[in-house]
């Protein structure tokens, strides 16, 4: 199946080759979350305390969504050869044998800015505005074909510069960090190379149309819209000093999850 169910189904013309398609969808990265200025302050030096601890936080609900995102999409995926490879991202994220995994060096972050693993694992902190978010991108992967879900990961392209900079940058900004924090940067540079390569072989390998090509970039704005969403929503909170319901309490009243 190489076109996928899309509101895009009155686009024509002739495919993209590969390398065309492939350079389309790297030069999404301009819209890459690490070019926002939430991102761009903690990048140059001008984050606060607040407002490092708030991203942690924050991004923690993004973080323990993650391997149920992988599992909706190997729920979805009936190949068993993909399932196999996607299956390390779980394992990445939850851990194995001696590897506590992607969540666990998370909480390390978050104790090295001087937050508990009990704020985190509550909730307490994140912002409406992120849990939308990250819900949209998980409900997205849930009901898509799994070939789109695998394309909407495809931020990772981008991901390695961004822990590069915080590894380059942070220490010297931030020497009130603790350095074991740091391990979730470093551990990711390896794993986001490996999952980008895979990534792109699947969009590479469906998207042999250019209804299909389309479709995946706007799968792909889809995804940076989420993080970008994200930024915008701890601008609101933790820069500009109105954080959801600031004009009428100071409590974080905030709903932390239905079922």
């Known amino acids: 199946m190489s076109v996928f169910t899309s509101p895009l189904a009155s686009v024509t013309g ?13 030069a999404k990265g301009a819209y890459y979350h690490i070019h926002h200025p ?29 391997p149920q995102k992988d599992a909706a999409l190997l729920a979805n995926c009936p190949d068993a050869a993909i399932r196999r490879r996607w299956v390390q991202r779980l394992l990445d994220h939850d851990g194995h044998d001696d590897d506590g995994g992607g969540i666990e060096a998370w909480l390390t972050l978050g104790e090295a800015v001087g937050l508990s693993r009990d704020e985190l694992w509550s909730q307490e902190h994140v912002l409406p505005g992120v849990r939308f978010a990250v819900d949209a991108y998980v409900n997205f992967v849930r009901r898509a074909d799994w070939r ?12 390695p510069e961004a822990h ?15 350095e074991a924090g740091y391990g979730y940067f470093r551990k990711r540079l390896t794993e986001a190379r490996r999952d980008v390569e895979h ?6 390998a469906v ?53």
């Open 14 to 26: 002739e495919a993209m080759s590969p390398t065309s398609f492939r350079e389309a969808l790297l």
């Open 38 to 66: 939430y991102q761009m302050d903690m990048a140059e030096g001008r984050a606060t305390p607040e407002q490092l601890r708030g991203w942690v936080a924050n991004r923690f609900y993004y973080q323990v969504n993650i």
């Open 148 to 159: 789109e879900a695998a394309i909407s990961s495809l931020t990772e392209l981008f991901a």
């Open 164 to 178: 590069r900079s915080r590894l380059a940058t942070w220490p010297t900004h931030y020497p009130w960090i603790d």
């Open 199 to 204: 990534g792109l072989e699947v969009a590479l």
């Open 207 to 259: 998207c042999t149309t250019r209804q299909s090509q389309e479709r995946a970039l706007e799968i792909l704005q889809f995804k940076l819209d989420v993080l970008w969403s994200m930024l915008d929503a701890m601008s609101m909170a933790y820069q500009l000093g109105r954080p959801p319901y600031h004009s009428v309490t100071d409590k974080r009243v905030y709903h932390r999850g239905l079922t």
